[in-house]
């Protein structure tokens, strides 16, 4: 199968280090999502990354639909609980940490697409306020791995993929008040492996 | 169980119609995304909706979180196929609905959250860009229910969804171009009364 995605996507990561755990491989085909003429586009009408292409059947997106596609392939229950509490848990907790990289990536966004004048510090703020808010509940109460076969859970790979893209982007600002969220990422890094092998390039 | 939504929000919308489809029955209490004094970002740290809140345990979101777990409270297949091709082709045109609607809304945004100066053609034109390719793959195939025991599928709802946000805010713009989709989203509306019974008053 292979992956549309880019180096620094935070939700392309995420699917890279979800197939790994399951097993399974990607070839990454890299993909511009600035560029019209990219095929993207027509496998995506969104031009959103990361795109699932098979050798059969129809692209599968976005990122969280990927993680599902990848889990039952590789059996069930390996990085998304199946059922009950745990699976609302992980579901949950993907969705928060999801959020907190689509914030990041506006905030990115506003310099990428915009002329200065036409940058807002008043939307930058509503979206940094969404990271803060997210990495403090974290802060209070890190990541506990779900009960799933992997060595790691959707939700705890998608956080990892989030604070990594803040490390990218935002020179680790984070780490200055979340001693707790830094310790966590250490030991994810050390318990997946995955993780360094997908950082992106600075 | 209690839903934190507002009136015009299709990601509510979306919730509240697949809730009457799984048979069950929520009671909406209001939330105002812009409010911080708002307990909404008690119950989710990005201070998005919809979040449901259950009478026991942690409040769910995403949209797409909740549509998982009140089908699995239904029993499951009732909105989302259970495994194979059915579930990965209802997830993906899931993903590109919604992904119709975050692109309508960040327009909307742009309006909402910065001064006129800070307003981006470029930015409009990109999101504007994602809406317009989106219903021009869904004008050439319009949806077509999966195999689901509801009276609609999870796809189909966020589809609904998205047109009638487009409908709300940018006064049905996108019908002239769309007879298919039009004619879709009529037979939809037949078929699902909660459709119309979630309208939002102009």
Not at 42 to 71: F, W
Not at 79 to 89: D, L, V
Not at 135 to 155: F, T
Request: with cysteine; proline share 7%.
């Amino acid at each position: 199968m292979k992956l549309r995605s880019s180096p620094a996507s935070p939700f392309g990561r995420k699917v890279k280090i979800g197939a790994v755990l399951c097993g399974l491989h990607l070839d990454v085909v890299p993909a511009d999502t600035s560029d019209p003429a990219d095929s993207l586009r027509g496998q995506n009408p969104l031009g959103k990354i990361p795109v699932l292409l098979r050798d059969e059947g129809a692209p599968i997106y976005d990122s969280r639909v990927i993680l599902d596609y990848l889990d039952a392939l590789a059996g069930g229950g390996v990085i998304i609980p199946a059922a009950g509490e745990p699976r609302y848990a992980v579901l949950t907790a993907l969705a928060l940490a999801d959020g907190i990289s689509d914030a990041a990536l506006l905030q990115v966004y506003e310099g990428r697409y915009r002329a200065a004048q036409e940058r807002s510090a008043n939307w930058v703020d509503h979206q940094a306020g969404k990271v803060a808010r997210g990495l403090k509940a974290l802060e209070a109460s890190p990541p506990r791995k779900a009960p799933v076969s992997g060595a790691a859970d959707a939700a705890e790979i998608a956080l990892a993929c989030a604070l990594g893209y803040l490390d990218l982007r935002f020179a680790g600002a984070w780490r200055a008040g979340h001693p707790a969220l830094v310790a966590w990422l250490d030991a994810f890094a050390a318990r997946v492996p995955a993780f360094e092998a997908t950082r992106p390039a600075v």
